[in-house]
C-alpha cells in the first residue's frame, strides 16, 4: 500500500513541479484546439506516470493515476468556467478529446511503468 501512495504523491508532485516551473500543464479552453502544448502535457504525463508505475508495481495504479489526472482537469475547467462563464458542460464537450488524450496516456504510461517494472524484477 505504502508503494501506491509514494508513488501516486510522486506522480502529482512531478506534474505540479513541471506545470510551475516549466509551464508544461493541462489546459482546459473554451474553444477547441489541439496544440503542441497539449501534446507535451500529455507526453510529460504519460512519462511520469511511467515512473510512478516503476515505483508502484501494481497495475491498480493506472486507474489511480486516471481519477489524479481527471482531478486536475476537474480544476482546469472550474478554472475556465469561473473565468468566463461560459459553462461546465459546454467546456467540458469543448475539450473531452484532450481530456481523453490525457487520461489515457497517462494511463498507458502507468502500465508500461509496472511491466517494465515486472520484468526487471522477476529477472534473475
Keep these: 500500500m505504502w508503494r501506491q501512495v509514494v508513488a501516486i504523491f510522486t506522480v502529482a508532485a512531478l506534474v505540479l513541479a ?3 516551473f516549466l509551464g508544461i500543464s493541462i489546459i482546459a479552453r473554451s474553444g477547441f484546439a489541439f496544440e503542441t502544448s497539449d501534446i507535451f502535457s500529455s507526453a ?5 506516470a511511467l515512473f510512478g ?3 508502484s508495481k501494481r497495475y491498480q495504479f ?3 493515476v486516471g481519477l489524479l489526472y481527471l482531478g486536475f482537469w476537474g480544476l482546469a475547467i472550474h478554472f475556465v468556467n469561473a473565468g468566463t462563464h461560459a459553462g461546465l458542460v459546454e467546456i ?3 475539450n473531452v478529446p484532450n481530456i481523453a488524450v ?6 498507458l504510461g ?4 509496472v511491466f517494465v ?3 526487471r524484477r522477476a529477472e534473475p
Design 18 to 20: 513541471t506545470a510551475h
Design 53 to 55: 508505475g516503476l515505483i
Design 62 to 64: 493506472a486507474f489511480a
Design 110 to 113: 502507468a502500465c508500461v511503468g
Design 92 to 94: 467540458f464537450s469543448v
Design 117 to 119: 517494472g515486472s520484468r
Design 102 to 107: 490525457s487520461i489515457l496516456s497517462g494511463m
Design 44 to 48: 510529460s504525463g504519460m512519462w511520469f
